[in-house]
Nanobody, 118 residues
Framework: QVQLVESGGGLVQAGGSLRLSCAAS????????VGWHRQAPGKQRELVAV???????FYKESLKGRFTISRDNAKNTTYLQMNSLKPEDTAVYYC????????????WGQGTQVTVSS
């Protein structure tokens, strides 16, 4: 089992920045990627960014240049730096860990609310 705890959400004005953190614990060896997802009210959850165990990063195309995913292996923590935030970025942001054996995001955090005011 892997436990994920997100932090760093909050209320920010449009144009501002936030950095989300996702601290992982438990069977870290069993995962090979951590992804940030978000779900806005009335919308489907979507993948925002992923970073693999070998450091490769993938982004939702429309977010490239504004969002950056990174990780600190020593702290088992993955970050999502969000700049130039827009009201449409308002959502609950979840981190999820992809399990090696299933290649699915089998472990999820509780989510952290990000609200961007105009």
């Amino acid at each position: 089992q892997v436990q994920l705890v997100e932090s760093g959400g909050g209320l920010v004005q449009a144009g501002g920045s936030l950095r989300l953190s996702c601290a992982a614990s438990g069977s870290i060896f069993s995962i090979n990627a951590v992804g940030w997802h978000r779900q806005a009210p009335g919308k489907q959850r979507e993948l925002v960014a992923v970073i693999s165990s070998d450091g490769n990063a993938f982004y939702k195309e429309s977010l490239k240049g504004r969002f950056t995913i990174s990780r600190d292996n020593a702290k088992n923590t993955t970050y999502l730096q969000m700049n130039s935030l827009k009201p449409e970025d308002t959502a609950v942001y979840y981190c999820a860990a992809r399990r090696r054996t299933t290649m699915r995001y089998d472990y999820w955090g509780q989510g952290t609310q990000v609200t961007v005011s105009s």
